[in-house]
């Protein structure tokens, strides 16, 4: 799954625009992730601060 | 009941996003005698700005007079610095001429949306369209959350002005993704206390500074600059983030400097959206994807698309037809414009610039160290270095042909 650290974000939306799926959204300050994230990132990759982390689930 | 900052559930034109697109787009509605009502998520316009705020001077003269109150500084000229640090100074042809502005974003959108206001435009802040409501395929309106509550407010034309984190085309059926290689991950610092050319931008460019971008910095007035950064998001991973490399070089070159706002940000450099219109939507800006691709601005490419977008919703809906079919004016017009033209022509220099290796780059960057440009236009610039590397023709083919 997506993790997200929210002491990194910049709420910028960077990862916004490159996610396939649709499944970000920037509410203002917050960074929502829809439960149909293929967990693909491609977002991760691209965050200037680097506030995301796919994290694999046991 | 809460008080509402809007006072009806109907308008003509609904204007999602309040940067220079939307302001734009609901200021022209009005001034065309449409009722409009422009949303911004944010709880305040113009902050927190993701921009380095550079525009041209002739563009922004195309939109208003510059104002004191919104400009942090004017540009007499710029410079490149070369991966292996050679510098190559631009100055326009008249010494001391301006040739551009760093605006105070903060103020200038402020300054935009009140002017929208002020001609009778609808404005909510803190409020966001959450779903588009759609009627047999035509985008009618829009769910609108504000501080819990959710309004259905309809329109007959929905201008979708929501900058790169963009969802309202996507919801209504557009794909709007920006391909990973080209969206610029970016990060800037606005800097206090820095030894600057107060009246010149300077561009760094080199894989090892910004791959695949570059760095700028950009004076906000006496020893205060935006420093930042663009790479590709093909180029970023950790360790190698925007950040990273922004970093390294305000530790090397502004060792004393001192950072008084941090803001990340995306910019698309990728060609604009096949289509920028549907049944009842209109698209600009940064969500349509007319960024210019090779220097990244788009001040001025969302203003025009924000105010053509509004001049077409008020000539379809004074003609009872806001199908796909009749808003494709809009599509067509800045597409043949020289705004469209610019995008493309700016996208195949682009493409060509990131393949190419450092010491290319310090080849073409060597041999016109020092240029008296008539014009101080890319344009003018990239004419000139075809001029002085023959060789460049080649490379570039099609386009040095087209641009002789």
Redesign the interface.
Known sequence: MLKVHRDICGYCGCCVSVCPEGALELIDAYLCVEKWCTSCGICAKVCPLGALEVVHEK | MLWRWFMKNKYDVLIIGGGPAGALAARTAVENGLSAFLVE???AIGAPV?CAEGIGKDALHEFMDPDPKWISAEMTGASIVAPDGFLMKLESGLAGNKVGYILDRKFFDRELVWKAAEAGADIAV?T?ASAPIMENGFVKGAKIECCGTVTNVTADVVIAAD?????FS?WCGID?????GE?M???QYVMADVDIDTHSTVFYLGNEIAPQGYLWVFPKGDRSANVGIGIS?KK???GH???DYLDRFVKKTFPHGKSIE?????V?VCRPLDCTVADGLIITGDAARVVDPLTGGGIYNSMYTGRLAAQVAAECIGKGDVSKNKLMVYDKTWRTSKMGKTIERNYHIKEYLIKQPDAKLNDIIHSVSKINLKEFTTMSLITEIIRVNPKLMLDLGALAASIR
């Open positions: 998520k944010r709880p993701r803190k966001r900058g790169v984190e963009s969802k996507r709007t993704t920006v391909p990973v969206i991950s970016s990060v998001g970023s991973r950790e983030r925007a950040k941090c803001i990340a940000g995306g698309s």
